[in-house]
């Protein structure tokens, strides 16, 4: 067991007594390597106070518990002097005092078991990714229980202005999921309210941006993705025709094409949205969606000599395309993109899958048709393209306004005779 430290302006209560009242805590001894107990005297009983360092130049304190000043310690919530060296070093650093505890977990830590919980669940390990590149050394570097929301409400507040309003949400969101996983598997972790609180969602965030574009710019596109390079122009080609996410296009294997010389069609992997126990369930299921007979060839041509179970797209170099394919393919998006003469802050590859569920709507698709087609759901389709719905039928709606016009002469008697 590590020997205990002595101080004599702290050890005992005489000597701390005899100290100022003042809100500022009075430094103690050095405990270990960047871990410190400090001392702060009270009108009434004192408190002992634990500062550690972050390990990149700031550090973090925490109060461990109530002097012995004018009660008896018991060692759980009033400490003697030895006693509360005990307890800082073990929410500093664990196993420092013999103790079988381990360390209090970091956000930096919370992320990484979050990652290793999606791994293992068939998730998307992008969302415990994403928070990090936001988060500065010293929240990374913080003990999850000792967030509080005021902190956590200005970091969220400052990447307003960074990134979008949703996208703010979304990182949110994600961190609050690595938060709670660890508040789960942690007792100690009882300060649920700081990310419930201070990572609260942003209110109307969520305006939809969803780019439409027309066929004819759709097929100038999806020509400069053949144009940069082949095998991303199949990747793209496969996205236009079918309205697939890309996490979902590239998890289709050869055996997904179902060949027909007129009506050929792909078994789509579901994308497993939504989380739940049934992610993993969902995500190994199929759906039919059909493609175009040119689509087919341009497949069958490519997979030819390949495993049925061997990834239907792959990378001009032969490997498989990752789960998250943006970044591998967002420069050369950006490229197609302003081939075409549009703006690549504004368009992105979902706009193809946006324009796919526009173009079936407006083909009269029936919707719960569209929904299935798209592995999404009737309630989303209505809320996020309602607005564009209205915007490319103005020729459609504007045949059934009603006309103030005076019928010509000619037509009269037709009118009279319909009315009848």
């Known amino acids: 067991m590590a020997r205990n430290v002595r101080y004599s302006s702290l050890e005992t209560r005489t000597a701390r007594l005899k100290l100022a009242v003042r809100r500022k805590p009075y430094s103690g001894p050095s405990l270990a390597r960047g871990v410190s107990l400090m001392y702060r005297r009270n009108v009434t009983s004192g408190s002992w106070v634990v500062k550690a360092s972050d390990g990149h130049g700031a550090y973090w304190t925490k109060v461990v518990g109530i002097a012995d000043d004018y009660d008896d310690a018991n060692g759980k919530n009033v400490l003697d002097f030895f006693q509360a ?73 400052g990447l307003l202005g960074k990134v ?12 609050c999921a690595a938060l709670e996983l660890a508040r789960q598997h942690d007792e100690r972790i009882q300060n649920r309210q700081a990310w419930e609180i201070g990572l609260a969602a942003l209110p109307d965030a969520q305006e939809a941006r969803n780019v439409i574009l027309s066929d004819d710019k759709v097929r100038e596109f999806v020509s400069a993705c053949y144009g940069l390079e ?34 050929p069609k792909l078994m789509m992997p579901k994308s497993g949205k939504g989380g739940g126990r049934n992610r993993a369930a969902k995500k190994n299921e199929r759906y039919s969606v059909p493609i175009t007979v040119q689509l087919a060839a341009k497949l069958k041509a490519a997979v030819k000599g390949r495993a049925y179970d061997a990834p239907l797209l792959l990378q001009s170099d ?9 970044q591998n393919y967002h420069r050369q998006v950006d490229k197609a993109v302003a081939a075409t003469g549009l703006d690549p802050a504004v368009v992105t590859i979902y706009a193809l899958r946006h324009s796919s569920i526009v173009r079936m709507l407006l083909q009269n698709v029936p919707i719960r048709l569209v929904a299935s087609l798209h592995n ?34 000619g037509n009269a008697d037709n009118i009279i005779a319909l009315a009848r």
């Open 230 to 263: 082949h095998q991303f122009g199949l990747l793209v080609d496969t996205l236009a025709i079918t309205g697939a996410r890309p996490s979902q296009a590239v998890r289709l294997r050869v055996e997904d094409l179902h060949y027909h010389p007129v009506r």
């Open 85 to 157: 060296q005990g307890v800082a070093k073990q929410l500093a650093r664990g196993g420092e005092d013999g103790s079988d505890d381990t360390a209090p977990i970091t956000v930096d830590g919370a992320l990484k078991d979050y990652r290793r919980d999606l791994e293992a669940r068939g998730a998307n390990a992008y969302n415990a990714q994403s928070p990090r590149a936001h988060l500065t050394p010293v929240l990374l570097a913080k003990p999850v229980q000792l967030l509080n929301a005021h902190e956590l409400k200005k970091w969220r507040d």
């Open 318 to 326: 032969g490997r498989p395309w990752d789960r998250n394919p943006g």
């Open 376 to 409: 999404t759901s009737v309630i989303m389709i209505e809320r996020t393209y309602s607005r564009f719905i209205t915007e490319h039928t103005d020729d459609i709606s504007r045949k059934a306004l009603l006309q103030h016009e005076e019928p010509q002469a």
């Open 164 to 175: 979008a309003p949703a996208t703010v949400n979304r990182i949110c969101r994600c961190l």
